[in-house]
């Protein structure tokens, strides 16, 4: 998109996912037995046009940054993870991953604002009209090239996505509410009391200038570094015209271990959240994926090609690489690369995990030998 810069915030440790999340970066998490959490917004990017994308990210940067030069810039005629300050290094290197890379000159970041300030030269750099702000955790499809059309029709200083969800899970998120000309009215970062059932699906349009403006004035001052709880609300404060646009399709944020097992289940569902078609394919994509409604011993299940089993799999989706023992259970998981269960074994509503650590999602009995 000609004009936009297109950012990623990538910044997240997975505290919140439990064992899923230890040793493991959050951006990097599995999902749907083709992919990881980050791979959603990449894969919206390419398709909506963008060449390259501005990773912004801090914790265990080189290896998040070594794994998506991997993955994602393989050819680079086509579309490419962009790493600010330390780009040059990986430019140097397209057959491989840099030995080295340079020193960090700068100071942490300690918020989603934060990275886009401390990062100016390469969010600002070569004067972009807009700043397509995205997060590396939610699992959606969306084409953005239509809601920076009327961003730009508008006018606005920032266009927000948001979604209508159920009123009683609206404190989990940011809550917008909009007047009858569709300005946004209230903007409040996880509200005890919500007034709305409208949320802030977590990525906007800002015009570039008004974006930095906003920054420079708040950098320095007593703030929370953060986009949701200091940019939009001091935007919205100055009367800054700010629009909204509905994201009508399928949109998960994956902040809980609970959450990323019911989108899991809603990959299975009688009317699919997402078809398989729509997941990106960057974990071991020379293997093939489907999806099995019955079949020998699988029912209802998301399954690799190299699938080993000599157990029955029902209602859970399957990585690649996988080993199902003799008369061994599976049923309602999530089963990662590689993961091996046990003959006998009975699993429902768990992950099973590489190293073979079971983690629960619902309140089900988990036998067998697997380590809990």
């Excluded at 439990?18 to 990881?36: D, M």
């Excluded at 970041?109 to 070569?126: N, P, Q």
């Excluded at 009975?346 to 309140?363: A, H, N």
Aim: aromatic letters at 8%.
């Amino acid at each position: 998109m000609d004009g936009v810069r297109a950012v990623l915030l990538a910044g997240g440790e997975g505290r919140r996912m439990g064992s899923l999340g230890r040793g493991r970066l959050k951006p990097l998490v599995p999902f749907g037995g083709t992919s990881r959490l980050i791979d959603f917004s990449l894969a919206n990017t390419r398709r909506s046009g963008f060449r390259e994308v501005l990773l912004l990210s801090q914790y265990e940067e080189r290896r998040l940054m070594d794994d998506l030069h991997t993955v994602w810039n393989g050819d680079p005629g086509d579309f490419r993870v962009h790493f600010g300050p330390y780009d040059e290094a990986y430019r140097h290197t397209p057959a491989g991953l840099p030995a080295a890379l340079p020193d960090r000159t700068w100071p942490s970041e300690r918020g989603t604002a934060d990275a886009l300030i401390r990062k100016a030269d390469h969010v600002f750099g070569d004067d972009p009209s807009e700043v397509l702000v995205l997060h590396a955790d939610h699992v959606y499809r969306f084409d953005y090239s239509a809601m920076i059309r009327r961003h730009r029709a508008d006018r606005a200083a920032l266009t927000v996505s948001y979604q209508r969800i159920e009123r009683r899970y609206v404190h989990l998120f940011g809550m917008v509410e909009f007047d009858a000309a569709g300005n946004l009215t209230e903007f409040v970062e996880k509200p005890a009391e919500p007034t709305s059932d409208l949320v802030f699906a977590a990525f906007c349009v800002f015009d570039a200038h008004v974006l930095r403006r906003y920054l420079e004035r708040l950098d320095g001052t007593d703030w929370q570094h953060d986009i949701s709880r200091d940019v939009i609300p001091a935007m919205l404060a100055a009367g800054e015209r700010i629009r909204g646009y509905e994201v009508t399709g399928y949109w998960e944020d994956i902040g809980t271990v609970e959450r990323y097992h019911r989108a899991h289940r809603g990959l299975l569902s009688e009317r699919p959240t997402m078809s398989l078609a729509d997941l990106p394919l960057t974990v071991r994509p020379e293997v093939p994926r489907q999806y099995v409604a019955r079949e020998g011993s699988v029912r209802s299940s998301i399954v690799p090609g190299d699938l080993v089993n000599a157990g029955r799999v029902e209602g859970s989706v399957v990585y690649p690489g996988v080993t199902v023992g003799a008369g061994a259970s599976v049923r309602d998981c999530v089963l990662l690369p590689g993961t091996v269960v046990p003959e006998g074994a009975e699993l429902e509503s768990v992950i099973l995990l590489e190293d073979g650590t079971v983690q629960r999602c619902d309140p089900a009995p988990v036998l067998g030998g697997v380590a809990s």
